[in-house]
């Protein structure tokens, strides 16, 4: 059991069963299971500062990965703090919610640059901010 400290504003009690931190039960200050929590090791995490988003966190990437390892989740920071999360899908949905880039523009937001994300074209990314975009200055 991880107890978080009550002055923090994520109070309350997480439970990880044997260490295993891919579910994670998260209890309130009253004891009651208030929601779920998936981890991941932090091993591997590459930034990338894409000005006007922010600091790109991906997971893992490398040179030479396999597609079908890549994580298609990002973090982004401004000003050192987490400010959004974006999604990256190795295709090119139809949707003009996304945004669309191609592998010429890749190396602007992930370095290194997946070769075999070279092979899918465009893909498929969406940001989500916690706050203003436009006030994003990494």
């Not at 922010?54 to 030479?64: A, E, L, R």
């Not at 987490?82 to 880039?101: K, M, N, V």
């Amino acid at each position: 059991m991880y107890v978080v400290s009550e002055n923090s504003k994520f109070a309350g009690k997480r439970y990880a069963k044997d260490g295993d931190t891919a579910v994670i039960l998260i209890f309130d200050v009253n004891g009651y299971i208030a929601g779920l929590q998936a981890g991941r090791e932090a091993d591997g995490v590459m930034e990338n500062v894409f000005f006007g988003m922010g600091v790109h966190y991906w997971y893992n990437i490398q040179k030479d990965m396999s597609c079908d390892d890549f994580f298609p989740m990002f973090l982004l920071y401004n000003n050192n703090k987490l400010d959004g999360l974006g999604w990256a899908f190795g295709t090119d949905l139809p949707s003009p919610r996304y945004e669309h880039p191609d592998s010429s523009t890749f190396e602007e937001f992930m370095d290194p640059v997946p070769e075999c994300l070279s092979y899918q074209g465009r893909l498929s990314t969406m940001h989500i901010y916690m706050s203003n975009p436009l006030l994003n200055f990494c």
